[in-house]
């Protein structure tokens, strides 16, 4: 097992060392697929390691690597080098590595026209070196490897975020992920060293043990800070604006940050954390409500939207929230469930959505005509001209929207149960409304991209994309449509939660009283689905049937609707209180403090010697009186010196 999980964590690595070495000798494509088999191999190297942990007794399924060595000491302060996979850690090395995999072979397709060959051996190391990021994240079996991984992430992310860095907007957008998620991660690291004061140890062995043995005001201050790492890397509220802009990457990117890795992160810390979190019961109760606000403020944004990334990035807030509502009521199951059913589905959608853009380039290319590729507006008709993109795209909105039978329809509504079940009524009636909100937009931006007549000559002309990109939507379809009835049925009690129950034994997982407030979880599960229904309803009739126009509708609400187009303004709001503040103070050190007292410091003492300089210099005038006279005067300085001071 130990070489197994070294090897999973480090043959990634060496796909990008390989690239990096080589790539200049290698043919462009083989690049590409040389990238992709690293994570093939990664996911086959997961596998194994899964099949050997279930092998084992369920209660003995948490294996931790020997210590490789030992990364830090000082005192009694140790971060030894080693790897634990359990139950949670396989679960989440099977996503990454599997949508991982998909998402590079998609890509091999989708940068094929990069024109650089050195950018395009480029985006796959920067590939490599984010899913290996990942799995330092997943498999480190202490805070400060786990922590380690995060930054990793985080500058993989960037990079990869303005990885067309030409551009200005494509550089600025790379570089608010950067700053944004600096401000969550330096909340972490606290929390991290107040682990270390508070338990003697950052292994989370040591430190789940001893739980019981620290106040509650601590376990709070912990939690809460963690939770400012979470909401930063996991786009919450208020550290949410850097994912929209996310999307001036290519859309692979979008695919690999926004479905199974980083985005997801800070869900993983909270399950990984599930016993700190569960003794900290206020935080739990914050945990849940900035979800669940989350997921709904998200999903108003979503439902103006015209750029079909755009709408998917919503998409995403407004899922990941759904997943710290299940953390934060103590359903980390359900909350896991929705993390890897999001995964297949967001992935789907993204990668989709590149389909689509690629369908209307090609079609603006023959017809002559520029349009934005992202903007559904222009779009259109596309069911006939790429009908395998608008199925599986189909396949991923109803996923998304949770239409019954779906992968999404399970895993959300076990969130949903569970928030109900266990007495938070609220939470469900706006989780609820919220679930509403996310079938209408996912079907709204089916039919516009999909249905109806062509609203461009690019959409007129569009072509279905190559078959290296047709094949990961295929398999991410399948897996968006089924795998929730494989994973989650029965309710609570299918293979993954059978699965994963060992991994959360010392938390709280719910009481889930069967019937509460009157209701079973098949009425609730029955409620689940008409909601998703009315929603994609309210969809097919604006868009399709013209029963409503949404056009009418814009005008009759107008200040909400702009409100919602101008996303609550809070990127204006955040700029007038520290973006605009920040750049003030940067210029008033600079200009005042910078060239004014320091560099006048350093100035004025230049000229203070150039003066003593220039005076010393006229004394220096080469004539021997000049100089007797000089001694004459030193005498009677030193001699008047000594007969008043020698009294």
Excluded at 5 to 28: E, H, I, Q
Excluded at 211 to 234: D, E, H, N, Q, R
Excluded at 268 to 284: E, H, K, P
Excluded at 444 to 450: A, D, E, G, S
């Amino acid at each position: 097992m130990e070489t197994l999980l070294w090897a999973l964590l480090l043959v990634p690595l060496a796909g990008a060392v390989v690239n990096v070495l080589l790539g200049r000798r290698l043919p462009r494509q083989v690049a590409g697929w040389l990238a992709s088999g690293a994570v093939a191999l990664a996911f086959l190297i997961g596998v194994m390691a899964t099949l050997r942990l279930l092998a084992l007794p369920a209660e003995e399924r948490a294996y931790v690597t020997p210590t490789l060595y030992t990364w830090a000491l000082a005192g009694r302060f140790e971060v030894p080098v080693s790897l634990l996979f359990d139950q949670l850690a396989a679960v989440m090395v099977l996503v990454v590595t599997g949508v991982g995999f998909l998402i590079h072979v998609y890509s091999v397709g989708y940068m094929a026209h990069e024109p650089a060959d050195y950018d395009f051996r480029r985006y796959f190391v920067y590939l490599n070196l984010f899913v290996f990021s990942m799995l330092l994240l997943v498999l480190g079996s202490n805070f400060v490897l786990l922590y380690a991984g995060w930054e990793l992430v985080g500058l993989c992310s960037y990079l990869l975020i303005s990885f067309w860095y030409t551009e200005p907007q494509n550089a600025a957008a790379g570089r608010k992920a950067f700053v944004v998620n600096r401000v969550g991660d330096f909340a972490f690291a606290l929390g991290i060293f107040l682990i270390w004061s508070a338990f003697g140890s950052v292994v989370y062995a040591d430190v789940f043990e001893a739980v019981g043995g620290v106040a509650p005001a601590t376990l709070t201050a912990i939690t809460l800070l963690l939770f400012v790492g979470c909401t930063g890397k996991s786009a919450q509220l208020p550290l949410y604006v850097w994912l929209p802009d996310a999307m001036a990457g290519p859309t692979p990117v979008s695919a690999l940050i926004h479905a199974a890795t980083m985005v997801t992160a800070g869900v993983y810390l909270i399950a990984r954390a599930s016993a700190l979190f569960a003794a900290a019961t206020s935080t739990s109760a914050i945990v849940a409500w900035v979800g669940v606000l989350t997921a709904l403020f998200a999903a108003t944004i979503a439902i103006v939207q015209v750029d079909i990334k755009r709408v998917l990035a919503y998409s995403t807030i407004s899922q990941l929230g759904y997943m710290f509502l299940g953390v934060g009521v103590g359903a980390y199951t359900a909350a896991i469930f929705h993390l890897v059913t999001h995964a297949f589905f967001k992935a789907l959608l993204f990668l989709g959505a590149g389909s689509v853009m690629h369908a209307v380039e090609h079609g603006a290319h023959h017809a002559g005509e520029h349009v934005d590729p992202q903007d559904m507006r222009q779009m259109g008709g596309l069911w006939e001209r790429a009908r395998w993109t608008g199925i599986t795209f189909l396949v991923g909105a109803a996923a998304l929207a949770g239409l019954p039978l779906t992968s999404g329809f399970f895993s959300k509504d076990e969130i949903l149960a569970g928030a109900f079940l266990e007495g938070h009524v609220l939470l469900y009636g706006v989780g609820l409304l919220t679930a509403f909100l996310t079938a209408t937009y996912s079907f709204r931006q089916f039919f516009l991209v999909f249905a109806g007549e062509p609203r461009s000559e690019a959409a007129r002309h569009a072509a279905e994309s190559p078959r290296v990109m047709l094949v990961p939507l295929a398999v991410l379809a399948v897996l968006a449509l089924g795998a929730g009835l494989v994973l989650g049925w029965p309710p609570e009690h299918g293979i993954i939660h059978t699965w994963l129950e060992p991994a959360f034994a010392v938390a709280r997982e719910g009481t889930k009283a069967e019937g509460g407030a009157g209701l079973s979880p098949m009425t609730l599960l029955l409620i689940s689905s008409v909601v998703a229904l009315a929603g994609a309803g309210l969809a097919y009739g604006a868009y399709v049937r013209k029963a409503v126009d949404p056009a009418a509708l814009s005008v009759r609400f107008r200040p909400l609707y702009v409100l919602l187009w101008n996303r609550y303004y809070v990127d204006e709001l955040y700029a007038l209180l520290f973006v605009r503040p920040f750049f003030g103070l940067a210029r008033f050190l600079a200009d005042v403090v910078d060239k004014l007292v320091i560099d006048g410091a350093v100035n004025g003492v230049a000229t203070v010697t150039a003066g003593a300089h220039a005076l010393a210099r006229r004394l220096q005038a080469g004539y021997v009186r000049v100089y007797a006279l000089s001694m004459v005067l030193g005498a009677l300085l030193v001699l008047g010196y000594l007969v008043y001071w020698g009294r």
